[in-house]
């Protein structure tokens, strides 16, 4: 069997909030099912569609607007490029309407309540997170199919390797973190260029490059937006948005109109420890606050978890003085092979394996990104991975309301600073000394998630989520 293979662009997607397994994964599954019907040539004759969610997606799927998802998707609209102000007038419309029109050629009758079925006593085996479209012709057959999101915005059916990049002629196959400290011995390589020749197996470096970058700009534009977005988050419980507030306390009440007159800005402010925390936290919140909102956001390597990543690295960017290309290419490179090690030994998904799979996972890519952008070695770029995923072992997923808001927004602030601790203490250590390995981490967080009640795996059925009186909308 082939050993999975995994881009950067795998792990960094750009899509619409609130939460890549729970909105982007069905968004594209969505997608995925009009192009099977316009495949067979049907997608002309469909008269009727039903769209089932089962597990996790029916149990927090208003919450993280897996229903918004799905009509989008079957709508024709793509997440990368869709406007994110049209997104819920165009799902109002369909709702009042009582049509959806199928890849935008299509126009089909359908009921919100009744062609869209939560089934929140149902689960399928092969992952939580499962739905199933259905679509009804009008010579009476019926076609359906059904795809399980199983995080980070990856897509696959029962047996079927669609869902991943077709195989090809990688130079350096990685599986562990071991097979990947082997082949940095052998070469002489940084992990940041050793993931950059793998990634020539698919396209050229240019193109890898411009991937990059535009990545980045998305994460850049989401950050400036959600420091300068005041208000309330949707969704019913009332959450003040505080990443505006932060960042006008910081700057004395000052306004900057661009990006880079604000990072300036933010770097002359000092480097006063508590100064340089409260901008990690801000940054953090800024993207999270955008994700549940509906705001276009970076997979990094899940929605949930999308603020670590990107704080770590305004960090490293703002008060490091590394605003320059190479070093984002670097830094993003090297945090996608952590990740993808993660992802390839355990999982990225909370409904899998709980929040250490989303926020654990950003906090210890971000960790060795950070580490080898500050001149670590392969080794402490390992260990400071090892380190920050260690202290986020067994950390469930309890979203209050099924929102991607409470804890999930805060634990995105703690996920960086844990990750900026974690790359300093493995800066100041000798990796030869370490007592546990990532692989070792990795292990035990997979097994730490069989073992977690699925009822702290993104169901909203245990821990703070069923502490909170609320009074939230019916579905």
């Keep these: 069997m082939a050993k999975e293979q995994i881009s950067i662009f795998d792990m960094f997607k750009i899509g619409i909030g609130p939460s890549s397994s729970h909105t982007l994964g069905p968004w594209r599954a969505a997608q995925r099912f009009v192009d099977v019907l316009r495949n067979r040539q049907v997608l002309d004759k469909v008269k009727e569609i039903k769209i089932l969610l089962y597990g996790s997606l029916a149990k927090t799927g208003v919450g993280h607007g897996t229903d918004i998802a799905v009509l989008l998707g079957l709508s024709g609209d793509d997440p990368v490029t869709f406007d994110v102000y049209q997104v819920m007038p165009k799902v109002d419309h369909i709702k009042t309407s009582h049509k959806i029109i199928l890849g935008a050629e299509k126009e089909v009758t359908f009921s ?135 960042n006008k306390r910081l700057l004395k009440g000052r306004e900057y109109n661009d990006f880079d007159s604000w990072v300036e800005a933010i770097r002359g402010g000092g480097k006063d420890f508590g100064y340089i925390l409260d901008w990690v936290s801000c940054f953090a919140l800024s993207v999270n606050e955008e994700n549940a909102s509906f705001g276009r956001v970076v997979t990094a390597p899940t929605n949930g978890a999308s603020g670590v990543i990107p704080a770590v690295l305004q960090y490293y960017i703002t008060f490091h003085d590394c605003y320059k290309e190479d070093k984002i290419l670097q830094f993003i490179a090297t945090a996608s ?55 986020h072992l067994g950390l469930t997923c309890d979203p209050i309301g ?74």
């Design 112 to 246: 919100y309540t009744e062609d869209l079925l939560f089934l929140f006593a149902e689960s399928l085996p092969y992952h939580p997170n499962a739905v199933t479209f259905q679509a009804f012709l009008e010579d009476g057959t019926a076609i359906s199919e059904t795809y399980y999101s199983i995080g980070g915005g990856f897509v696959v059916q029962e047996n079927d390797a669609e869902g991943f990049l077709s195989e090809v002629d990688m130079s350096f196959p990685v599986e562990n973190a071991q097979e990947l400290m082997v082949w940095c011995m052998k070469t002489g390589l940084k992990i940041s260029e050793l993931v950059m020749e793998n990634e020539l197996a698919w396209r050229p470096e240019e193109e890898t490059r411009r991937g990059v970058m535009q990545i980045f700009h998305t994460i850049k534009d989401c950050i400036y937006k959600g420091c300068h977005t005041a208000g309330v988050l949707p969704g019913g419980l009332n959450v003040e948005r505080r990443a505006a507030k932060m």
């Design 337 to 391: 092979e952590i990740g993808s090690i993660f992802k390839k030994g355990a999982t990225i998904s909370a409904a899998m394996g709980g929040c250490q799979a989303e926020i654990g996972v950003s906090s210890a890519m971000a960790a060795g990104a950070l580490t080898e952008c500050l001149g670590g070695s392969q080794r402490q770029v390992l260990m400071a991975a090892e380190i920050a995923m260690e202290h």
């Design 402 to 475: 099924g929102l991607v808001q409470i804890p999930c927004i805060e634990r995105n602030t703690m996920g960086a600073i844990k990750a900026i601790t974690a790359a300093q203490l493995a800066l100041t250590s000798n990796p030869d000394k370490a007592k546990v390995s990532l692989d070792a981490v990795v292990s035990t967080m997979w097994e730490t998630a069989q073992d977690m009640n699925v009822k702290y795996k993104e169901t909203a059925d245990g821990g703070l989520a069923i502490k909170v009186p609320l009074s939230l909308p019916e579905c």
